[in-house]
């Protein structure tokens, strides 16, 4: 491939430089024929554009910051892939930084972004440490998978999805519930909390399987399980919403191990409905990650060429619990 400036393929196609800059850029306004001879050229040396300078004309980058929290999760994973698919569609690139549940390093990543002056940024924060600076910020933000008051964002209705588990579940016949998950006040715990009462249930203290924050990892949520499972005599719940694939798999193994039958003894509904709750033919509750990140990235190209109105965007996707063997079994 021969190494060419502009101005040498202005020369061979005999057209100004400008005019070779404007065909390289998709600007209207040139002739077909001087159209040709420059994309003649270029198919001839291979020529490849220098990003970098496009960049310093046009004050963009192209460039999309994301920053999401954890990649344990293979429900992260599934979203990062879609968002790059997504980004490649209207002609951006990805900068990905993993900020692992660290609001110190969530905010290096933020400044990362700020110094290689991206056109726009997409998190999922580590927690609230960060938000009021980083709407302070010039650049065009939205969070995905949550609503948050600073930003534009998209999300789940989580409350819904915990009433959907809760109600799989007393439609099935059971009586007594169990959660595992990080927080008692997250809304997918409250949604389910919420329908059992409606019913007729109580929730018990008890039957509550924390997870911390610092836990996020297979081998640390199964200790965490392990851990509540050698204090417990027996299981005082007959079913189980998991906050998510991977806590819900971690406890599949842990009672299987300990002779306890999914779903006979104990029915599992996860969240996410990632792959593993695919391969493991664990009910799920399913993400709809395509629409999400789709309007994600509409929201925030608006945003970017200042196409919308000031007031922020707040858009909550509807669940469905997606049933599968884990959970399949009626109660009598």
């Known amino acids: 491939m ?12 005999n057209v100004s430089q400008p005019t070779v ?22 198919e001839e040396v291979g020529y490849i554009p220098n990003k970098a300078a496009q960049t310093l004309k046009r004050s963009s980058t192209n460039i999309i910051g994301v920053c999401v929290k954890e990649i344990y999760n293979p429900y992260f994973v599934e979203i990062l892939d879609s968002l790059e698919l997504e980004a490649r569609k209207h002609g951006y ?14 905010w290096e990543n933020i400044q990362n972004f700020v110094s290689r002056q991206v056109d726009g940024i997409i998190i999922v924060p580590t927690s609230d440490f960060n938000l009021e600076r980083i709407s302070k910020l010039e650049i065009p933000t939205i969070v995905i998978t949550q609503s948050q008051k600073l930003f534009d964002s998209v999300g789940l209705n989580h409350l819904q999805a915990g009433k959907l588990a809760g109600e799989s579940f007393i439609h099935s016949g059971h009586q007594t519930f169990g959660y595992i998950g990080a927080e008692r006040d997250e809304d997918k715990f409250r949604g389910f909390e919420q329908v059992l009462q409606e019913n007729g249930f109580v929730f018990h203290t008890e039957n509550f399987i924390q997870i911390h924050e610092t836990s996020q990892s297979s081998f640390m949520i199964r200790k965490e399980i392990e851990n509540y499972l050698g204090q417990a005599d027996k299981l005082d719940f007959t079913c189980l919403f998991a906050g998510n694939d991977i806590m819900a798999l971690e406890m599949m193994k842990a009672a299987q191990e300990r002779h306890i039958r999914i779903p006979e003894d104990v029915s599992i509904i996860g969240f996410d409905d990632t792959y593993l709750s695919k391969m493991m033919e664990i009910s799920s509750i399913h993400q709809p990650i ?19 109105s000031s007031s922020l965007v707040t858009i909550m996707m509807e669940p469905a619990l997606i049933e599968r063997k884990s959970s399949k079994f009626r109660r009598r």
């Open 2 to 13: 021969v190494k060419l400036t502009m101005h040498e393929i202005a020369k061979r196609a």
């Open 21 to 42: 800059s404007r065909v390289i850029n998709g600007h209207k306004g040139v002739s077909q024929e001087n159209v040709n001879a420059v994309m003649r050229v270029i």
């Open 93 to 106: 690139s990805i900068l990905f930084h993993h900020s692992k549940f660290n609001p110190v390093t969530e």
């Open 290 to 308: 395509g629409d999400m990140v789709k309007t994600t990235f509409e929201v925030l190209l608006n945003r970017i060429h200042q196409e919308t």
